[in-house]
């Protein structure tokens, strides 16, 4: 990944721009890559944390199409097949669906970090990437993603976490 692409994510975990790298192999000299162009396989280390959701514009939201073994794991059971509000809940869904949106139709590509520390629980960190794609007939209908999260006990000489923090740069700034 050129230092330019890296320099628009600060901070982002190195697996964070590999596989950002390898969706931008995909889309070749095009806007956004066809979802048949990502090559699983060139980053088959990351497959764990990866996942893929189709917009369905009759049902309104999206349908996970596949999660990582990893994903599931910190979902607490297989994603697979359900849709974004039955994943996150009524609460977060209207956030998540108007950002997810942005990414499919502006189309941007949108990287987002978070962390807490809480001495008397754990602390938890999450990085988060949201790419476009398109399908076969050139619609932009389906987000790529990769989540990283990192849950651990707690370490009072953790530093202090970091605020939330969410980048989006449009897909012709890549």
């Known amino acids: 990944m050129s230092d330019s692409v890296s320099a628009k994510f600060p901070g982002a975990d190195r697996r964070i721009l590999d596989f950002l790298a390898a969706w931008k192999q995909a889309r070749g000299s095009r806007l956004v890559p066809f979802r048949h162009d990502f090559e699983p396989l060139d980053v088959p280390r990351l497959l764990e944390f990866a996942w893929i959701y189709k917009y369905e514009p009759e049902r309104g939201d999206y349908v996970c199409q596949l999660a990582g073994e990893k994903i599931n794991e910190n979902w607490g059971r297989s994603i697979n097949g359900l849709t974004l509000r039955e994943i996150v809940g009524e609460f977060d869904h209207p956030v998540l669906l108007e950002r997810w949106k942005l990414v499919r139709e502006t189309p941007l590509i949108q990287y987002g970090s978070f962390s807490e ?39 009072p000489s953790r530093p202090p976490p970091f605020a939330r923090n969410l980048i989006r740069v449009r897909c012709d700034e890549i």
């Open 117 to 155: 520390w809480q001495p008397a629980v754990r602390s938890f960190a999450a990085e988060r990437l949201l790419l476009p794609m398109a399908s076969r007939d050139g619609k932009v209908d389906t987000v790529l993603g990769l989540a990283l999260y990192d849950i651990s006990l707690p370490d």
